[in-house]
């Protein structure tokens, strides 16, 4: 019997049968049944039909069996019906993504009536639309997403209505007047759905919170939070269970195998805004080698399994970093207070303490809890200063000078490792945003990483690579940090691309990380660098968590996971209760670990989405002021409807749509990333330079249109040519050299044109 068989079975005094019977059952039947037959056909008691009716309302929920017409009970599968979770566009029409992982089904705007985005539906195929895709009908909702949905509410001729922010959500929401709460159109409100869409109706809802208007300041952040369903007040049991904990370190806390490290230099390395500090680092010379401390906040020893606070980190899976605001993993009283590495102040410890010879390689390495006595909060920027004799603070540099100096020995020796393993080193670009006393963008401005940023990223990796090695060994079952190579649709992509630079990718069907490294040292400092570093970016899967230990393809690693931010992170939080019970010759029971890591992947995902919500809202606000006005670009994306165009100065991103680009058909070659018109032979490609004019900014739908500026007289040809040239078969006898295309990349990728 399955666990699911088992868990429901306790639910019911009378046993009944099980689903493998019923299916079994209406198998051998081989026709829909009627309900008397179905109990006549599994020798049905009178006291087991209570029961037996709730276990096929169940299944009927989880799309295992349906009703058809004549209410009679048949199995999903034989009725030709696809399960699957319905994904809406903006644009009204939208996709069933089915569970067996078949292709996606379109669904027509009069589909998407009867769903919003997220449900869960049985729908069968109907036919083929005119684009070749297979069309689907929704014949039943088994599931629905949206309980709660944010929007803004609107009235016309009486009619109250909201459009959700979630723009995959098409229909309007209607509002009964007593249902308005008090809001006013044009406000941002929370509606609870109390009639789901159907065939011939639209959804209705109750309006049960007003966040207030839309321009008003943090009205993203709190738009955000409820879109993405992110969860930003704690229960009262976990504020309960936090405000039990004591405000320092205990003698109870130092007591069994804690080691102590107080008298050891430790130090934290942050971000001037930083406020949870949950690493530090410390380093010694062994001869001509290193012995480096990386100690990191014992979460685990006040955040027990299942407990008020594990429950609520769980749900949350990771802390949110929003402009101005973060949305916190754990209570403050853990975050900024107990388990936050201050300066000057007793802290309980994990540590990882390694061994790291002259040339960078992991000698050696133990586990264990201890207890550290910070020295020193320290920014980048200070220690950058201290590492070139700029530290403003004698007294402080003259203590600090000496451990900091040897912290970027044994940095210089890991990076020089990482540089033999082939790790990939993308070049990327940081920006942070400038807010004004209202809360709004003043400017844009780049955040240069310097050998400080670098000196924490390698010790951590460091500390994150023994980690996984330490998990595996003891076979402690653990969420790794995983990064597959590219597959094999993307690897001919990227090598489509290429060829037109007359590069190539080694490795074969199956290239390693260093293969990717050399390819970035061969096209460093060519003009068309950015672009060749973005294709290949893209043709890199993306690093999730799970169980299966496959390794890290990124920064070549045969083995990673996260031991460094149980602070904000869950995994880390599991990391570090699986090393302490290998500590005790123990096995910790997470459960299921696939389950886990689907989950912590998803809440990292939900993170990402949100904050990008956030950014974009906060940029179109900022380039209201700025419509008419032109600047410089880069070309970001390419796509059937047009370029992606990123802002040199401002780093904001904006479209210009196909229509815009001239009296030409532009066709698209998603390989290349490229459109190219087929009377001009006008190429635009990724990462090629135009100058744009900002025309539209729709703040509402987080939107930015530019059109392309050109100076005819400045071209060979109508528009902003921004690819390799083409090469004509009659004239290309033979492969091109690399120094003759990088002549003619020069010409056209250096100058930005006007």
Not at 91 to 109: A, I, K, M, T, Y
Not at 594 to 616: F, I, K, M, P, Q
């Amino acid at each position: 019997m399955s666990r699911k068989n088992n868990e429901q079975q306790r639910v019911y005094e009378v046993e009944i049968p099980t689903r493998e019977a019923i299916i079994g059952a209406l198998t051998e039947a081989g026709i829909p049944v009627e309900d008397k037959q179905l109990e006549k056909l599994l020798g049905t008691s009178a006291e087991q039909r209570e029961g037996l009716s709730r276990r096929i309302g169940a299944m009927e929920r989880e799309g295992q069996v349906m009703r058809n017409r004549r209410g009679q009970i048949l199995i999903a599968d034989k009725a030709g019906l696809i399960k699957g979770k319905v994904i809406g566009h903006p644009d009204g029409f939208g996709f069933l993504q089915p569970e067996s992982g078949e292709d996606d089904l379109f669904l027509g705007p009069k589909q998407m009536h009867k769903a919003f985005h997220g449900d869960i539906v049985l729908a069968r195929v109907t036919g083929v639309d005119r684009r070749g895709r297979s069309e689907g009908s929704i014949v039943e909702v088994l599931e629905r997403a949206n309980s709660k949905v944010v929007g803004r509410l609107f009235s016309e001729h009486g009619v109250h209505f909201v459009l959700a922010e979630n723009k995959r959500i098409n229909q309007d929401i209607l509002v009964p007047p007593d249902g308005l709460k008090g809001a006013k159109a044009g406000q941002v409100v929370v509606i609870e759905i109390i009639e789901q869409p159907t065939k011939n109706a639209e959804p209705v809802g109750r309006v049960i919170e007003v966040l207030g208007n839309y321009t008003d300041p943090g009205m993203e952040i709190e738009i955000a939070l409820r879109k993405h369903d992110l969860p930003h007040e704690f229960p009262n049991d976990a504020l309960a269970a936090a405000k039990k904990l004591p405000k320092v370190v205990e003698e109870k806390d130092l007591k069994g195998n804690r080691k102590d490290l107080r008298k050891l230099a430790f130090v934290t390395i942050d971000g001037e805004t930083a406020r949870d500090f949950d690493d530090a680092v410390y380093c010694e010379r062994d001869g001509k080698d290193f012995r480096l401390w990386v100690a990191i906040a014992d979460v685990s020893h006040y955040v027990k399994p299942k407990d008020a606070l594990d429950r609520e980190a769980y749900e949350r899976g990771n802390s949110v970093y929003f402009p101005r605001r973060v949305i916190p993993m754990l209570p403050e009283e853990l975050s900024n207070e107990l388990c936050s590495l201050k300066p000057e102040v007793d802290r309980c410890v994990m540590v990882c303490e390694m061994e790291i010879s002259a040339a960078g390689a992991i000698t050696g390495y133990t586990f264990y809890n201890g207890v550290i006595h910070s020295q020193a909060r320290l920014t980048y920027t200070r220690v950058a200063a201290l590492l070139e004799g700029r530290e403003p603070e004698p007294a402080i540099a003259k203590k600090l000078h000496a451990p900091i100096n040897t912290l970027y020995g044994v940095f210089k020796a890991l990076l020089s490792a990482r540089a033999k393993r082939g790790a990939i080193d993308f070049e990327s670009q940081e920006t942070q945003m400038i807010f004004d006393d209202h809360g709004k963008i003043e400017k844009i401005v780049r955040v240069e990483r310097n050998d400080a940023h670098k000196l924490i990223e390698e010790c951590m990796l460091a500390a994150n690579v023994c980690t996984a090695d330490y998990l595996a060994k003891k076979d402690q079952p653990a969420l790794y940090r995983i990064h597959e190579g590219p597959t094999p649709e993307k690897l001919e992509g990227l090598r489509s691309v290429l060829k037109d630079f007359a590069l190539s990718l080694g490795g074969g069907d199956e290239p390693q990380a260093k293969d990717y490294a050399q390819l970035l040292t061969r096209i460093k400092g060519k003009p068309y660098t950015a672009m060749l570093q973005t294709v290949m970016l893209r043709s890199l899967r993306q690093a999730v968590y799970s169980p299966e230990n496959v390794g890290h393809f990124g920064l070549a690693y045969e083995a990673y996971a996260h031991f460094t931010s149980p602070i904000r992170r869950y995994p880390d939080l599991l990391v570090h209760r699986g090393i302490k019970a290998a500590l005790l010759g123990k096995k910790y029971d997470g459960g299921d670990w696939n389950a886990l890591g689907v989950h912590c992947s998803e809440t990292e995902r939900r993170a990402d989405d949100a904050t990008r919500d956030v950014e974009n809202w906060l940029k179109c606000y900022f380039m209201q002021e700025h419509v008419g006005d032109e600047f410089e670009g880069t070309i970001s994306g390419v796509t059937n409807f047009g370029l992606f165009i990123t802002l040199d100065d401002l780093f904001i991103d904006g479209l210009v749509h196909v229509s815009d680009l001239g009296a030409d058909y532009y066709q698209f070659d998603q390989a290349r990333h490229l459109l190219k018109g087929e009377r001009t032979g006008v190429r635009y490609q990724l990462g090629g330079h135009v100058k744009v004019k900002v025309v539209r900014v729709d703040i509402e739908a987080a939107k930015i249109d530019f059109t392309l500026v050109v100076d005819a007289s400045a071209l060979p040809e109508r528009g902003a040519p921004s690819g390799p040239p083409s090469r004509s078969p009659s004239k290309d006898k033979g492969k091109p050299k690399a120094r003759d295309i990088d002549k003619k990349m020069k010409k056209q990728y250096g100058k930005k044109h006007k």
